[in-house]
T-cell receptor
């Protein structure tokens, strides 16, 4: 598609359950990012992929969170043993390449997956 | 560490008024990028502008203009003759030019434009 696509748009799950959120980046974009946005806050960085590898996962809050991008395109964010505090909008973004001086590219976001843990 | 401060939390104006959204940043990097994104109720973050730290020229795009002042670490955004469709949350963000280019966002400013 033309933009970053995320599914599901909304997910309600029970505390303790496992959740997967999918991101389909803009075609040809090698860099992919996951962010989390809580109510009334700005997005916070979770993890960055360059190609298939997680180049920076320093933003993942704990080991219940994991993300993969096996073929360098679609990515899945996985949350185990969900907690009520995980409720937030999970935003995926992509860029043609990582930002470089003078590259002219930028980072484009999807509409997010709204996760509610009850 | 990088930090972005958007001191204004909510702004309400009447249509056709001009409005300025403030952004102050902190970074130890000598080269970096600054961004503004718009988040309408649909939730998607819409890219508005990217500014290189080496380029201090102000920019105008239609009703939008940006004032980058490196001396005061500010990157303010002005909407001229505001319209109801401008109602949204606006985020300022900062990125270094390192390998991962991750963005540090401010808390956002909710702009309401009344008819």
């Amino acid at each position: 598609g033309a933009g970053v696509s995320q599914t599901p748009s909304n997910k309600v799950t029970e505390k303790g359950k496992y959740v997967e959120l999918r991101c389909d980046p803009i075609s040809g974009h090698t860099a992919l990012y996951w962010y989390r946005q809580s109510l009334g806050q700005g997005p916070e960085f979770l993890i960055y992929f360059q190609g298939t590898g997680a180049a920076d996962d320093s933003g993942l809050p704990n080991d219940r969170f994991f993300a993969v991008r096996p073929e360098g395109s679609v990515s899945t964010l996985k949350i185990q043993r969900t907690e009520r505090g995980d409720s937030a909008v999970y935003l995926c973004a992509s860029s043609l390449t990582p930002l470089r001086q003078g590259s002219g590219n930028t980072i484009y976001f999807g509409e997010g997956s709204w996760l509610t843990v009850v | 560490a990088q930090k972005v401060t958007q001191a204004q939390t909510e702004i309400s104006v009447v249509e056709k008024e001009d409005v300025t959204l403030d952004c102050v940043y902190e970074t130890r990097d000598t080269t970096y990028y600054l961004f503004w994104y718009k988040q309408p109720p649909s939730g998607e973050l819409v890219f508005l502008i990217r500014r290189n730290s080496f380029d201090e020229q102000n920019e105008i795009s239609g009703r939008y203009s940006w004032n980058f002042q490196k001396s005061t670490s500010s990157f303010n955004f002005t909407i001229t003759a505001s319209q109801v469709v401008d109602s949204a949350v606006y985020f300022c963000a900062l990125s270094d030019t390192g390998a991962n280019s991750k963005l540090t966002f401010g808390k956002g400013i909710t702009l309401s434009v009344r008819p």
